[in-house]
């Protein structure tokens, strides 16, 4: 069964960063709920979705506000570098918002194995 991630765009940062994820995950990219504008999510290289980016992030409706992708099957493992940069019209509005950038860590490994609960003692 496929890990769902949620990254969050926060106004300082992203979380979690570095993001380890596999093959099959899927990566739901927000924007918090104090971040206002326009962000776009870019791969400094190919990317590891199904559908390739970039994409935009704008804030005001739960539909905008997020974008899911799956990580593609053929992903190959290794680093995936992410800039998310406002638009010029939200760096001028919200000269808070500077450019983020993350990393999503893809792994072909098998999740590991439940942690066992703690034995039961005898009575």
């Known amino acids: 069964m496929p890990n769902v991630l949620i990254i969050e765009v926060l106004s300082d940062a992203v979380r979690p960063n570095p993001a380890d994820v596999q093959q099959g995950d899927l990566v739901t990219f927000q924007l918090a709920d104090d971040v206002q504008g326009t962000f776009e999510v870019s791969f400094d290289s190919a990317d590891c979705f199904t559908a390739q980016g970039p994409f935009t992030l704008q804030s005001g409706s739960s539909l905008t506000s997020q974008s899911a992708h799956t990580v593609a099957a053929s992903a190959a493992k290794g680093n995936y570098p992410y800039t998310v940069t406002p ?18 860590d893809v792994t072909t490994d098998p999740p590991p194995p439940p942690k066992d609960k703690k034995p039961k003692k005898d009575k």
């Open 87 to 104: 638009d010029e019209h939200t760096r001028k509005r919200f000269p808070q918002h500077e450019t983020k950038r993350g990393d999503l």
